[in-house]
């Protein structure tokens, strides 16, 4: 028979999840091992969606193996869509309170394209968001200062650094002191060694970027969540390789395009798509350097990929 639930007495929060079974951090901030009851599980029995880094549970725990039972209700939800032609959700982790995106300025060079998507759908999950640029050690001043008030305007907070010579990393600890914050961005670009340099003697593992094609090697397997001290959590995770947004329609789009919501509703015709229309109050705010055109050129591409995805 199965135990009420009312027995899992204990609380704790999930730090990472593994094949069958996850690691619980206590408040105390102990470790341990623990399994998941079947019936939180599911038909496919695999841990999918059903428990996730940064879930508050409730287990019980007789001294043999620790057992989760419950998970509590969510306050909100960082997703994506599986890899793969189906459409799935892949929840990365929750009740965050930010996002950090990590981006690296060279070895691999900034790509916007992960940016504009992982914002967006940190906008659409209702969770504050910053860009940090690393490896300013190796990159001119100039350029990044460029890229980063293009975010800027459009509401995000951003940093300038570097994670090896700990340039920009007093200001960043700062800003994720007394938070929750969810790292992520492409393979390489110094997640893990940003989060060592903001917690140092946690050791996470940290890669080597492949010479030849100045990509990352996924050193990082699995999300992980660590806390410095109390208050203060940083969960890693594995570098993406491309990032689909999960729950956006290619209509409401426009609406995570932050900087875009000023004009929203002011274009002469109703339904304008924000192209080539006559009386377009978007491409009258790019015209007036108010919306950055690499902006509205990363909407303009990432729309046509939903509807493309919506009409199949
Ligand atoms: N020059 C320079 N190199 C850095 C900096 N930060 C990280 N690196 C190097 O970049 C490489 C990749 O760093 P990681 O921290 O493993 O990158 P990651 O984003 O965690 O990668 P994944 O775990 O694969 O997603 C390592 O060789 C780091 O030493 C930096 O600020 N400057
Ligand atoms: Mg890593
Ligand atoms: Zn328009």
């Given at each position: 028979?199965?135990?009420?639930?009312?027995?899992?007495?204990?609380?704790?929060?999930?730090?990472?999840?593994?094949?069958?079974?996850?690691?619980?951090?206590?408040d105390?901030?102990?470790?341990?091992?623990?399994?998941?009851?079947?019936g939180?599980?599911?038909?496919?029995?695999?841990?999918?969606?059903?428990?996730?880094?940064?879930?508050?549970?409730?287990?019980?725990d007789d001294?043999?193996a620790?057992?989760?039972?419950?998970?509590?209700?969510r306050?909100?939800?960082?997703?994506?869509?599986?890899?793969?032609?189906?459409?799935?959700?892949q929840?990365?982790?929750?009740?965050?309170?930010?996002?950090?995106?990590?981006?690296s300025?060279?070895e691999?060079?900034?790509?916007?394209?992960?940016?504009?998507?992982?914002?967006?759908?940190?906008?659409?999950?209702?969770?504050?968001?910053?860009?940090?640029?690393?490896k300013?050690?190796?990159?001119?001043?100039?350029?990044?200062?460029?890229?980063l008030?293009a975010?800027?305007?459009?509401?995000?907070?951003?940093?300038?650094?570097?994670?090896?010579?700990?340039e920009?990393?007093?200001?960043?600890?700062?800003a994720?002191?007394?938070?929750?914050?969810?790292?992520?961005?492409?393979?390489?670009?110094?997640?893990?060694?940003?989060?060592?340099?903001?917690?140092?003697g946690?050791?996470?593992?940290?890669?080597?970027?492949?010479?030849?094609?100045?990509k990352?090697?996924?050193?990082?397997t699995?999300?992980?969540?660590?806390?410095?001290?109390?208050?203060?959590?940083?969960?890693?995770?594995?570098?993406?390789?491309?990032?689909?947004?999960?729950?956006?329609?290619?209509?409401?789009?426009?609406?995570?395009?932050?900087?875009?919501?000023?004009f929203?509703?002011?274009?002469?015709?109703?339904?304008?798509r924000?192209?080539?229309?006559?009386?377009?109050?978007?491409?009258?705010a790019?015209?007036?350097?108010?919306?950055?055109?690499?902006?509205?050129?990363?909407?303009?591409?990432?729309?046509?990929?939903?509807?493309?995805?919506?009409?199949?």
């Amino acid at each position: 028979m199965r135990e009420p639930a009312s027995e899992a007495d204990q609380r704790a929060v999930v730090a990472r999840v593994d094949f069958g079974g996850c690691v619980l951090l206590r408040d105390d901030g102990e470790l341990l091992d623990a399994t998941v009851a079947r019936g939180l599980l599911g038909r496919t029995r695999a841990l999918g969606n059903a428990v996730v880094v940064g879930d508050r549970v409730a287990y019980r725990d007789d001294g043999a193996a620790p057992v989760i039972l419950e998970v509590e209700p969510r306050r909100n939800v960082f997703s994506r869509r599986a890899a793969g032609e189906r459409p799935q959700e892949q929840v990365v982790a929750v009740n965050l309170d930010q996002l950090v995106l990590v981006a690296s300025l060279v070895e691999p060079e900034f790509k916007p394209g992960l940016a504009d998507r992982v914002l967006g759908q940190a906008e659409h999950a209702g969770i504050p968001a910053r860009l940090v640029l690393n490896k300013l050690d190796r990159a001119e001043r100039g350029m990044a200062e460029d890229i980063l008030r293009a975010y800027m305007r459009a509401g995000h907070a951003g940093h300038l650094g570097s994670a090896r010579t700990g340039e920009g990393m007093d200001e960043l600890r700062h800003a994720c002191r007394g938070r929750r914050s969810l790292f992520v961005g492409h393979s390489g670009v110094g997640k893990s060694t940003v989060v060592n340099a903001l917690a140092p003697g946690l050791d996470l593992l940290v890669g080597q970027v492949n010479a030849k094609t100045g990509k990352g090697r996924h050193t990082t397997t699995a999300a992980w969540l660590v806390r410095p001290e109390p208050d203060f959590e940083l969960i890693d995770t594995p570098g993406v390789r491309t990032f689909g947004m999960w729950g956006i329609g290619s209509r409401d789009l426009e609406q995570v395009y932050v900087e875009f919501r000023p004009f929203l509703g002011r274009c002469r015709f109703t339904d304008c798509r924000h192209g080539r229309e006559p009386g377009c109050a978007i491409l009258a705010a790019v015209g007036a350097g108010e919306i950055s055109p690499r902006r509205l050129g990363s909407f303009l591409k990432l729309r046509e990929e939903l509807e493309g995805e919506e009409s199949r």
